[in-house]
């Protein structure tokens, strides 16, 4: 077992050096084993950084690359709608992604369907597919659940998620 203090002034100077870099934990166990030839496990390790008050930088997320609508008058309906508003434009059903989860959902949203009609939607930790319609009365055909999960599947695709 290793310690801080077996350490040098310099070897913290240089492991800090790494953090500030963006090395992550991992890589900066495997440096410390390969350069200054000390065995710390990963545990000892985060304990180190710890202990030295040496920040690990935070992995940069990508900005998803959003694709051009080829036609104007998609990209006129899509300035004036918004982003937690679903509207169907050109098929059956229009699904949208809650930046707000559900309690208890993995993941949730609404949709909205040709004429109309809204409902939530939810997947829950077991997988299961909810749907809350706004409107009591409202069961959506067979036609409609079908387009509903494709869409969904597609949304929930170009999400990343």
């Given at each position: ?63 998803p690359v959003q694709e051009e609508d080829s036609s104007e008058d998609e990209a006129v309906e899509a300035e ?56 009591p009365e409202f069961r959506p055909t067979e036609d409609q659940m079908r387009a509903f999960q494709i869409e ?10």
């Amino acid at each position: 077992m290793s310690t801080a203090k077996s350490l040098t002034d310099e070897q913290i100077a240089m492991i800090r050096q790494w953090a500030d870099d963006g090395a992550e934990l991992s890589d900066i166990q495997k440096r410390l084993s390969e350069e200054f030839e000390i065995k710390f496990t990963y545990l000892e390790t985060r304990f180190l950084l710890e202990d030295q008050k040496i920040e690990l930088k935070p992995k940069e997320v990508p900005e998803p690359v959003q694709e051009e609508d080829s036609s104007e008058d998609e990209a006129v309906e899509a300035e004036n709608v918004e982003e937690d508003d679903p509207v169907v434009i050109g098929s059956e059903v229009a699904v949208t992604i809650d930046t707000v989860l559900r309690p208890g959902a993995l993941i949730s949203g609404q949709a909205s369907f040709a004429g109309g009609d809204r409902a939530a939607w939810w997947l829950d930790q077991e997988g299961r597919l909810g749907l809350d319609p706004a409107s009591p009365e409202f069961r959506p055909t067979e036609d409609q659940m079908r387009a509903f999960q494709i869409e969904l599947q597609r949304t929930i695709q170009e999400s990343g998620m």
